[in-house]
């Protein structure tokens, strides 16, 4: 580091101000590796694990999109956050196949707040080993729920193919699926690493969907 960073570095307020907005493009690049179905459109929900110094930075940066995220659990000092289309999501745990296998979990009568506070604590139960694993966060993260029932009824064995999740059925049309999840995630980092932020990326993805997936 040259002598007019250091000599910045003692300025007032410059050092949290600098060392924010390097933990703002970590978790940027986090958000874009991990979530980019999200973020393109292509998927409901993402699963978003991260250390716990750069939490603040995660709430900064989605506080400025329209992305809904939900703190599930944290584990030797590492976040787990759901990250969601709050609308689309909502939709899918009301469709009857998904909320009738959400009811027999033990969500019956709950919306999608109550279900998610309820999601969290069984996860957090889990990580304490003091419970069972909840297996509906599957349903959560917009799997198909043929996907979500085979892997328990089988243990999460026996699947015909293993991607973003453990696929039971219509193996070709879920491959093809996961080929544009890896396809947009590359763009999106590939945007990233050349200075777009994180609103910039998912405008790009918005206004010009049909053109990019």
């Not at 003692?10 to 907005?21: A, I």
């Not at 996860?123 to 892997?151: A, C, N, S, T, W």
């Not at 219509?170 to 945007?191: C, W």
Request: glycine share 6%.
């Amino acid at each position: 580091m040259n002598e007019f960073m250091i000599s910045r570095l003692k300025m007032p307020g410059f050092r949290e101000e600098f060392f924010m907005r390097t933990d703002i493009r970590k978790a940027e690049l986090q958000i874009v590796f991990q979530c980019a179905p999200l973020l393109s459109g292509l998927k409901i929900s993402n699963l978003l694990i991260i250390d716990e110094n750069l939490s603040e930075a995660v709430a900064r940066i989605l506080s400025v999109t329209d992305i809904s995220v939900y703190w599930l659990v944290c584990s030797r000092n590492r976040l787990s956050f759901l990250l969601y289309n709050d609308k689309e999501l909502t939709d899918y745990l009301l469709r009857n196949d998904v909320n009738q296998m959400l009811e027999q979990s033990g969500y019956a009568g709950l919306d999608t707040e109550q279900a998610l506070q309820l999601l969290s604590g069984r996860y957090q139960r889990y990580m304490e080993k003091k419970g069972g694993f909840p297996h509906e966060i599957g349903l959560f993260l917009g799997y198909p729920v043929e996907d979500v029932k085979g892997f328990i009824k089988n243990g999460g064995k026996n699947c015909l193919y293993t991607g973003y999740w453990k696929v039971y059925r219509n193996i070709s049309e879920k491959t093809k699926l996961f080929a544009r999840f890896d396809y947009v995630r590359e763009l999106m980092v590939l945007l990233a690493c050349h200075g777009a932020e994180l609103p910039e990326i998912i405008d790009i993805f918005h206004s010009k969907n049909q053109l990019i997936l």
